[in-house]
């Protein structure tokens, strides 16, 4: 046999192993459904080497040991969360209730407290503004923590705030996702803010984006949305620190968002989800902010916060949403800009219509995440012939992430419906039992509706076969992408 053959052969072997390996890999990876199995197996098997590379980005959930360690750490340093805000409100809770609060417990062990007052704010430049007079109030401590922030109007206005607040003595906390807030980091606004005072932080930085696939997943970020002012004040939703024209995606403003200001024990929640993710990325130790006593609880309705990511339980977002959606007796509204659910979801929301409920979501017409928007589309036609009413927002990007059912119950924050909030982002959402507040977020819900066009089985049936073949083959490849 001559030497190119054998070199040959033992290549063929070598590469047969690799594959095997990396298959086993894919198969014993706990905490994954046998369609991502199955996904990853065919991937690995048709395309040896652009396979084996795809798995080493992106097959795994991975933070990285170091992360996964320092965020322990900062939860161990800080006091446990169902500690921070007093006492639980369940006993007061009605029945049907109780179990979602107990769904959002076990993602975070944060309890639903009473003594809680909102308000929603109108818009994105509403609540820009209502931060900004916020932290120019405030006496003790500003924190804020964004996915994007972007220096344009908006951005720049919360920047000067937080100098401002510097400058008079206020410990001001700044800090934001590497990848999502590249721009900002890299500019002289940022290195000014740190000047001036104001202690700024990177969460989850890249590094050696060549380096980064052996510490873990370069796409693993932090999505999360949180401002605490004074240990009193916090604001919860969709919105990042940027303009409604959103300049880096100018072409799908505006962006149309949802944002709230909350007092009362829900406050320490999120603080202490800050504290997490600060202590988590520098040396720093916040667990004397919460020596101070809680003030005297008053009226309020119940709420609790939920922080979703890889430092908690694995499926905690998707149980969440199905836990809302199964617990809805008249009304269920929905509005995610992304929609790539899990089985246990799509058919939680069939089932909600088919046993009667008005069951309603709203996405965006146009989607900055062209995957995303042919991925959500294949699943229009079994919604449909379930009796979900599905419409599509035309007035900019719908980037609100909002739920609400039976007038009662809502959840607003930054999750989204997909598999990228469920497995690989860092999210904070707010779940809450109280009528006039929920009423509120489904008369905004209801102003989408408005400016939503319906989507009919009609239509979906008018797709091509082209387009029917791009939007099934996108998301049958939802479990690898």
Same mark, same amino acid.
């Given at each position: ?64 040991? *170091? ?5 322990? !750490? +900062?939860? #161990? $340093? ?6 921070? &805000?007093?006492? %639980? ?29 909102? *308000? ?5 430049? !509403? +609540?820009? #503004? $209502? ?6 109030? &405030?006496?003790? %401590? ?40 590249? $721009? ?298």
């Amino acid at each position: 046999m001559h030497d190119s053959a054998v070199l040959a052969w033992l290549l063929f072997v070598a590469q047969a192993c690799v594959q095997l390996i990396f298959i086993a890999r894919a198969l014993l990876r706990p905490h994954r459904e046998p369609s991502s199995r199955f996904a990853w197996v065919l991937v690995i098997a048709l395309a040896p080497v652009l396979g084996v590379l795809a798995y080493i980005l992106f097959g795994e959930v991975n933070l990285g040991r *170091t992360r996964i360690g320092r965020l322990r !750490a +900062a939860f #161990a $340093a800080l006091p446990e969360a169902r500690e921070v &805000a007093g006492a %639980s409100a369940e006993a007061t809770i009605p029945e049907r209730f109780g179990p979602l609060f107990r769904v959002g417990y076990s993602v975070s062990h944060y309890l639903p407290v009473a003594g809680n007052r909102a *308000t929603l704010l109108p818009d994105s430049a !509403a +609540a820009i #503004a $209502a931060m900004v007079a916020d932290i120019d109030a &405030a006496r003790q %401590s500003v924190h804020v923590l964004f996915y994007i922030w972007l220096a344009d109007e908006s951005g720049l206005k919360v920047v000067a705030a937080l100098k401002r607040a510097a400058a008079r003595g206020v410990t001001c906390r700044a800090m934001v996702d590497d990848l999502g807030s590249r $721009a900002l980091i890299r500019s002289a606004h940022w290195r000014d803010m740190a000047s001036s005072g104001v202690k700024v932080a990177v969460a989850l930085p890249v590094g050696n984006p060549l380096l980064r696939p052996f510490k873990g997943r370069i796409d693993m970020r932090n999505h999360r949305k949180i401002v605490v002012i004074d240990n009193a004040i916090t604001y919860c939703g969709s919105q990042n620190c940027a303009d409604a024209a959103f300049a880096v995606k100018a072409e799908f403003a505006p962006w149309v968002d949802v944002m709230a200001r909350f007092e009362g024990p829900v406050v320490r929640q999120n603080q202490h989800l800050f504290a997490s993710n600060w202590m988590a990325q520098t040396d720093e130790d916040l667990s004397p902010l919460f020596a101070e006593a809680l003030p005297p609880s008053g009226p309020g309705f119940i709420a609790q916060v939920i922080g979703s990511g890889a430092g908690v339980r694995y499926s905690a977002m998707p149980e969440t949403f199905v836990a809302l959606m199964n617990a809805a007796r008249r009304e269920l509204v929905i509005t995610t800009p992304y929609y790539v659910p899990d089985e246990p979801i799509q058919a939680a929301l069939c089932a909600s219509a088919r046993r009667g409920v008005a069951t309603t979501i709203v996405f965006p017409r146009r989607n900055d995440s062209w995957i995303v928007a042919a991925a959500s589309r294949s699943y229009y036609s079994e919604l449909l012939e379930a009796g979900v009413e599905i419409r599509e927002y035309v007035g900019g990007l719908l980037h609100a992430k909002t739920l609400t059912l039976d007038d009662e119950m809502a959840l607003i924050g930054s999750a989204n419906i997909d598999r990228r909030s469920f497995e690989l982002n860092a999210e904070n959402n707010i779940l809450l039992h109280d009528q006039a507040f929920t009423r509120a977020v489904r008369a905004r819900q209801q102003v989408f509706l408005d400016a939503a066009t319906p989507v009919t089985t009609a239509h979906v049936q008018a797709y091509s076969r082209w387009r029917q073949l791009w939007n099934n083959t996108i998301a049958m490849l939802g479990p690898v992408l």
